[in-house]
């Protein structure tokens, strides 16, 4: 029987920087995937092909609203080639999963592919496709098994039309009619993709806005620029039941008024969020605790109540983010090896890769209210920048929340062209505490994005020079 000190559940980006870590620790370590490849939800079927897809189609745009005024002539008819584009964002899967391949090779990782589940907490049986099984010893484990897209109890995902983010990634045409129920990042980010590609989206969200965790200025202004383009958004509206006749769906829900609404459509995307997933590990066998929502319960060293076992990701509180799942992976490689790593959930970013990006971190501007927190706040608009009318991305608005008496940024909230980039000066900015005044006095290149932080950092304090 091989033996080791960590042993890593799931190869997704919590599970295999864990495992990294570990052997760069000098830690004897296996990891264990049930999948043929490496990279877990976000590189085969998450935020890598989304991001491919999201790429492709705004390239698509470009072509068909904005290369005219750039003076690009083309002749002839410019068409969606659906397949080869499903094709290349596949390439770019199997580019990015090969990678891990190699990290697990060059940091002498030895790789199981099987389902993992626990036969007591320093034993884990390893079942194989073909069938057979195998026992290894562990002295450590970290379980790192993410989550898989929830449902509502009414709904039958068939995968054909009414479906999930999994199959929306794989599509043999282009709807003619896309539903999404749930206006959160999946749905709006793979809603987008077929808007482009020239399919009516109608978005249905049970909330009384689309991103409701964000920031409102933010949700306020991400539907502004989704209705100029033409989507149909639904908020404050209760799905009850969706059905199929054939190609075509029917999904009724009642408004905030309580009256029925139909809507109908070729195809359902059901994305209303993500559930923790652990089928398979036999928890019980090594007296794992989780708690009802099926999360893992983990202490604030991710240390289950079993001393030995780590949960880490998706699979326990907080988030549901690869970076989040990244830090964590680290960390409790670092505490398995006796280090003390910390880290501070209130400054990991949120991200939507819709166009333009939306980004945040810190606290929102409703969270300061509730809690009392007496704040100041300035604001820019995208389209007072230089860099954004040159390039014709002009919607969105950075806003910077800082705290009355020390002026120390306590929350940065932006939409807007490369948002999903210039997030990490505010994070930067915030982990060394940074007053507002701080980030105001910082020399930003010009023309850029990021002149848009300093000058809602100046907003801040009234003094804004563009506005």
């Not at 470009?62 to 596949?90: P, Q, Y």
């Not at 970290?142 to 897209?149: F, V």
Request: glycine share 8%; with cysteine; charged share 25%.
């Amino acid at each position: 029987m091989k033996s080791y000190d960590v042993t890593v559940i799931g190869s997704g980006p919590g599970g295999y920087v864990a495992a990294i870590r570990c052997a760069q620790l000098g830690l004897k370590t296996a990891l264990i995937e049930k999948y043929d490849t490496l990279g877990g939800t976000c590189l085969n079927v998450g935020c890598i092909p989304s991001k491919a897809l999201l790429d492709s189609s705004h390239h698509y745009e470009d072509a068909i609203k904005h290369f005219d005024t750039h003076g690009i002539d083309i002749s002839g008819e410019i068409k969606v080639n659906l397949a080869k584009m499903i094709a290349r964002k596949d390439s770019v899967v199997e580019q990015t999963t090969g990678g891990i391949d190699f990290l697990m090779k060059k940091n002498k990782i030895d790789v199981f592919q099987g389902l993992g589940s626990f036969k007591n907490a320093e034993h884990i049986m390893i079942s194989k496709d073909d069938k057979s099984t195998e026992e290894i010893s562990s002295k450590n484990t970290i379980i790192a098994t993410g989550s898989k897209p929830s449902n509502l109890p009414f709904i039958n995902i068939d995968k054909e039309r009414i479906i999930t983010s999994t199959e929306a990634l794989q599509l043999k045409e282009v709807p003619k009619h896309l539903i999404v129920i749930g206006g959160g990042v999946i749905g709006l980010e793979l809603g987008q993709v077929y808007k482009r590609l020239g399919a009516e989206v109608t978005v249905v969200e049970y909330m009384d806005r689309i991103i409701p965790t964000m920031d409102a200025s933010l949700s306020k202004e991400l539907t502004k620029v989704f209705k100029k383009n033409k989507f149909k958004i639904n908020v404050s509206h209760k799905v009850k039941s969706v059905s199929r006749k054939g190609d075509e769906i029917t999904v009724l829900a009642d408004d905030k008024k309580g009256n029925e609404v139909e809507i109908k459509g070729d195809y359902c995307l059901v994305s209303v969020g993500r559930r923790p997933f652990t089928d398979g590990l036999n928890l019980e066998n090594a007296g794992v605790k989780a708690n009802e929502r099926g999360q893992i319960e983990v202490n604030d060293h991710l240390q289950t109540n079993v001393s030995n076992i780590y949960a880490i990701g998706d699979v326990v509180r907080g988030a549901m983010l690869a970076h989040k799942a990244e830090e964590e992976g680290t960390m409790a490689a670092e505490i398995i090896a006796g280090q003390k790593p910390h880290i501070d959930y209130n400054l990991i970013p949120g991200v939507i890769y819709t166009w333009p990006e939306v980004a945040s971190v810190g606290r929102t501007e409703e969270q300061l209210k509730e809690a009392g927190i007496d704040y100041k706040m300035g604001s820019f608009p995208m389209r007072a920048l230089g860099r954004a009318r040159a390039s014709m991305d002009i919607d969105g608005l950075i806003k910077v929340l800082a705290d009355a008496k020390t002026d120390e940024i306590l929350g940065v909230h932006m939409i807007g062209a490369r948002a999903a980039d210039m997030i990490a000066e505010a994070v930067v900015a915030m982990e060394f505490r940074a007053s507002s005044e701080d980030v105001a006095r910082m020399s930003h290149a010009h023309p850029t994005f990021t002149e848009a932080i300093k000058e809602a950092c100046l907003a801040v304090d009234g003094r804004a020079l563009h506005s």
